[in-house]
């Protein structure tokens, strides 16, 4: 092997250093084999040299003006670079293999060198056709520069054949011209059995089961009776209705939880691939047989749980085979005349009707019954009023934002707060809320309720002692909206819900979270126990759907599905309504960041218009709750109620004479909306109810939209003019 000598030269940086000590190595007949120049420092790799040559050579650097030290070293810092990524590289459980413009191979890792049995001296610097034998996916690469992921490559030479997974990325020039290729490699069986580590490590459980109709809550009841059991299971159902998440969820709570889950879809493989990989085979077997044989799944099964997916489509041979495993507990390898013992729970499933495959002699009568000694119906989603994984998945997601256990969907806010509020409630109950609420909840409470033999006080809660007085052994139930609807009166949560909980430890604290959305405000975090929202608004953000949501403990939610909305009232969510407000939540933050922005600017505005004689903005400082609403909301909102010297009047001629802004009784959409809670939000209460509340008949709430605040804020001075003058 051929040796350098590497020298490090320390030195001032001036100007003809280097050139000078390019002369000085010239002068005295070195061979440069490469060089490296940094500020103040340059490397030289050469030939070795005899002592006496090397000592007078670093001698003669050291005479060079400005050159401080001169020093041997192991490796120049482009050579220990590539030595890094060569270990690296060899590190890899990966093929790793580059070709250059003309397909000759520059780089052939140690992985790769078991995948095609070649070493790679013997390969770095051949065309990849010498090694493949045809033209691959990777020649296609260096020819239309289209990079490829995860494509099977079975092909066979005179010795060995070749079967593995390769991923391509085409190395282009600054012109886009494609002048090289890598190719990721990964042996076929390696790669499977990589999918069952992965696979068998997984954590399910009941819970990741989508749905709440009875038949999946008996069906995963059943489940968990059973999961103790050894015995062999046999899943029935319909294509989608979850039969692997059940048998995965079984393995999860059985005693065998600890070893591997490994799963087959009978369906996918012609016979002799299915019996090879259940079975396993030895040396020999078979051509293309590995070197070594292969275990089959049941092995890799053993002491825990194999998952036979559509077990209807095994052939009338490999039933046979798998009833003497079922019988006798042994398995014996294609080409082999040992017998294994095994021990592996078997769960089965099937959409076949396997009762008619019997008499049509399909199916084997015996494996039936042994598959069959617990069968367990899948029904999934089978009626839309009882479940649906879209309005599932909305809900998770709500779920999640909020920080509650579960989440139930309805087909409008206030669907969500009676359903909520029938399920905490029954007659000799009593109630506490905050006297200023949205019109119809208002309602609800006042006149709805009340019907059914529920008592309810209403006080100012932003006053703690006059909440506390009004609390009653009986009081099961404290609802509150901050900011509330309209006069935005913050109430402080934690202080309520300690209060309450204090109490009456059942008593349950609701909170409206509509104006705030999660992003802003999280009560649960506070120390509420239901949050309810009108998804129309903010969560959806898009004024083109009607929906609601409560959120809190997986209990009283289950009994809200249950009990307070879907068997009784049917009150359900669209489930198309539910895909929108899974796409508007993607952009609730960016959407909430640019409403509070506008809102601030908007509000600053307003406080300083000579029409405007108070704004109620928690952004403000001098609005009343501002210190309380920076201590439980993240940002101050994007809705606003402001007074007009004058009064209702005047109040209708500036909403009519908007031009940018949208008279409606919503709020929370892309668009500014404006309206008068008097005669439409709060109209259900009566005008000394108002009074009380705060809501006066000059008060006009805004929802400032994503417009820019430039344009809001000139319409609305437009109209306001109009009484200024």
């Not at 085979?281 to 070197?291: L, M, N, R």
């Not at 949560?493 to 992003?519: E, G, M, Q």
Request: hydrophobic share 40%; aromatic share 6%; glycine share 8%.
């Amino acid at each position: 092997m051929k040796t350098y000598l590497r020298l490090e030269i320390i030195s001032h940086d001036r100007i003809g250093m280097v050139l000078d000590i390019l002369k000085k190595l010239y002068e005295n007949n070195i061979s440069i084999h490469s060089l490296e120049v940094f500020p103040n420092k340059v490397y030289v790799k050469s030939e070795t040299l005899q002592e006496e040559k090397k000592s007078n050579t670093i001698e003669n650097l050291l005479n060079i003006d400005g050159v401080l030290r001169v020093h041997e070293i192991e490796l120049l810092s482009y050579e220990k670079n590539e030595r890094r990524l060569r270990a690296i590289i060899d590190a890899v459980q990966d093929g790793i293999l580059a070709i250059n413009h003309r397909g000759e191979i520059e780089l052939f890792n140690n992985y790769c060198e078991k995948i095609f049995h070649r070493k790679k001296e013997n390969i770095v610097g051949k065309n990849i056709k010498e090694l493949l034998g045809f033209d691959g996916p990777i020649i296609n690469l260096l020819k239309s520069g289209k990079n490829y992921d995860n494509i099977e490559v079975l092909t066979k030479d005179a010795k060995d054949g070749f079967h593995y997974i390769t991923s391509g990325r085409s190395v282009k020039d600054d012109r886009g011209k494609t002048i090289a290729a890598v190719a990721s490699l990964k042996d076929i069986n390696e790669a499977l059995e990589m999918s069952n580590v992965i696979t068998s490590k997984e954590e399910f459980a009941f819970k990741d089961i989508i749905g709440s109709s009875p038949s999946i809550i008996k069906t995963k009841k059943i489940c968990t009776s059973v999961a103790k059991s050894n015995s062999t299971i046999l899943l029935r159902g319909e294509s989608g209705t979850g039969k692997e998440l059940f048998a995965r969820a079984i393995h999860k709570l059985s005693s065998r939880a600890d070893k591997n889950f490994t799963a087959i879809n009978c369906a996918t493989l012609p016979d002799n691939l299915i019996e090879s990989e259940l079975f396993g085979y030895v040396k020999g077997s078979f051509t293309g047989a590995a070197e070594n044989g292969k275990d089959g799944l049941f092995k890799a099964a053993n002491n825990g749980t194999l998952f036979l997916d559509e077990i209807g489509e095994l052939s009338l041979p490999l039933q046979a085979k798998l009833l003497r495993v079922l019988q006798e507990g042994t398995i014996r390898k294609i080409g082999s005349t040992v017998e294994e013992k095994i021990d592996v729970r078997i769960i089965a499933a099937t959409n076949r009707n396997l009762e008619d495959m019997i008499k049509k002699n399909t199916f084997r009568e015996d494996l039936y019954y042994r598959l069959n000694v617990i069968p367990i119906y899948i029904h999934g989603y089978i009626y839309s009023r009882l479940g649906n994984p879209t309005c599932s998945e909305a809900e998770d997601k709500l779920a999640l934002l909020e920080g509650g256990e579960a989440a139930v969907s309805t087909s409008s806010g206030m669907g969500a707060i009676s359903a909520a509020l029938w399920t905490a409630l029954k007659a000799g109950d009593h109630v506490v809320a905050s006297d200023t609420l949205y019109g119809c909840t208002f309602s609800l409470l006042n006149h709805g309720l009340t019907r059914f033999g529920v008592d309810v006080t209403f006080v100012d809660a932003t006053n703690i002692e006059d909440l506390k007085k009004a609390l009653k052994p009986n009081t099961k139930v404290v609802y509150l909206e901050t900011p509330a609807n309209p006069t935005l009166k913050i109430n402080d949560i934690k202080k309520i819900s300690a209060a309450a909980h204090k109490n009456n430890r059942d008593c349950l604290v609701f909170v409206d979270n509509t104006f705030c959305t999660p992003y802003i405000q999280r009560p649960l975090e506070l120390g509420a126990d239901v949050v309810v929202h009108s998804a129309t608004k903010y969560l959806n953000g898009h004024g083109d759907v009607i929906a609601g949501f409560a959120v809190g403990k997986k209990e009283f939610i289950d009994q809200v599905k249950l009990f307070g909305l879907k068997d009784m009232t049917g009150a359900v969510l669209s489930p198309f309504d539910a895909y929108l407000i899974i796409r508007g939540m993607k952009t609730l933050p960016i959407r909430m960041e640019k409403h509070c922005e506008n809102a601030m600017e908007v509000a600053k505005f307003l406080e300083s218009h000579p029409a405007v004689s108070k704004v109620y903005y928690p952004g403000l400082e001098s609005f009343e709750y501002h210190d309380l609403a920076k201590s439980q909301m993240k940002l101050p909102g994007a809705m606003i109620s402001f007074e007009l010297k004058g009064g209702v009047a005047e109040g209708a001629l500036v909403m009519n004479s908007l031009k940018l802004a949208t008279l409606a009784v919503s709020l929370g959409d892309a668009e500014t909306l404006i309206e008068h809670p008097a005669s439409m939000t709060h109209s259900p209460y009566s005008a000394e109810e108002r009074h009380a509340a705060g809501i006066s008949d000059g008060l006009v709430r805004l929802s400032v939209g994503l417009e820019n605040a430039e344009d809001i804020i000139d319409d609305l001075k437009q109209a306001l003019d109009l009484i200024a003058k």
